[in-house]
């Protein structure tokens, strides 16, 4: 049983075994943490931000120390709030003895300040990139990009937010006030041991990479925050190694999408369920008028079969009712009548997004994702996927390789699949529009700037982009599939953008 998951099927098999996992531990019971919320950091001013990568010591579980990373802090990073045109300049200090760089993903900026692995920082080095923030308000992130180590280093802790503002995000009625009514929310899974340390392996991974036990946000486990009794906006980032999460509420209420990767959606999207691929970010307003509390789930995609589509859509009484373990909420949003409340009716209209015209697309590329069984095959040994071939157009990542070169200022149509299982595909320095994803037509809450597209075996997803800003061959850009494990066995491409 060792095939790659086919979304599609929304694979099984695994439901009996992971499922035991989510039985409420023991420690869980403890009263509930409080949502940490990353310090925000102001990136508008063109001081710079002190970025030192570190170990540390964070508690994800009450009197438990795990050694971790984290950029300036123990765990995660700071969010750094920047807005369209302004200089952002960031000081990173490596103060790891070993080699890490840094990406901004989803961030508009030329190849040699993007981070890709070209731009690697050894032991106690410093790396003091200068980004011009030219693109429109959304919700980025940065994240280590060690070449053959992101999996790893992403996974004790080397990731953080970045939140973009412009004029049109300031003058829409939206929760902005951050942390109170503008919370974010970076959902990963971790594995712990006996002693709370941190379980991962590049080696031990399977197939679909490396699966963490215990949804952690912020890196608390099903914390609590204290929110306003009105409109209460998450910034999702699903941080993962390798989840797809599904995303609901407990009560089943509507919820509204208003932006996806790249920024604010053509108009707010009604929605109880939505699927979020690792890498991938999504704004939603949840509606606390009425007070009480709303409980976030964060279900792992890969415990449904498909025929199962209703449990998760439904309340938590279908769980029970179909033998399934209560899943337990990932964050509880309790409200606080003391606490200023953003009650004005959601703007009807966000974004103004423009597709381009037929005739303006200039090429078509394809990219074909694949993993085979390498040497590992040949020995007869499943289970060491490590030596699997992980390809994109039958070439693994190679540093020295440029796969691709763009011209700049032209849209080109990428028509991406694989031929084995689910993969997110990212690509770095832009921002693009989705035009079928796994053969269908997009969806409205997929039809805004996005620079994640989930693909599948059988039909293409296909996305129109163009990259405005220069990359060259000392420093390219990447394309890959996000699942970090996928990522650092090679399935990965450089490209050129003159
Ligand atoms: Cu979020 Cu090249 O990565
Ligand atoms: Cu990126
Ligand atoms: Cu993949």
Known sequence: MSFAISRRQFIAGSAALIGASRLKPAWAKAAPVALPIPTLVDGTNSEPVDMKIQTGEWSFKPG???????FSQNYLGPTIRTRQNSELNLHYQNNLNEPVAVHGHGLHVPGDVDGGPQLEMAPGDRWQPSLSIVQPAATCWYHSHTHGKTGDQVYRGLAGMIIIDDELSDSIALPRQYGVDDLPVIIQDRTFDAQGRLVYSLNDAGEDGWFGETVVINGAISPVARVPAGKVRLRLLNGA????????????????KIASDGGLLAAPVPMTTMEMSPGERCEIVVDLTDGGTAE????????????????????LSNFALSGKPVPQPSLSLITDASLPAHTEPLPEKLATIIRPKESEIQRTRDFILDMEDGEGGSHGNHGDHALMDMTINGAAMDMSVINEKVNRGVWERWRIRSNQGAHPFHVHGCSF?????????????QSGWKDMVVLDDDDWSEIVVRFDYPANEQFPYMYHCHILEHEDRGMMGQFTVT
């Open 241 to 256: 190694n390798a989840r797809f999460y599904i995303v609901t509420f407990t009560d089943n209420r509507t919820f509204h």
């Open 64 to 70: 438990v120390k795990t050694q971790t990373l984290g």
């Open 296 to 315: 976030l789930l964060t279900l792992f995609e890969d415990e449904f079969d498909e025929g199962e589509e209703g449990i998760i859509s439904g309340m």
């Open 433 to 445: 529009l989705i035009e079928q994803m796994e053969g269908a037509a997009v969806s409205p809450d």
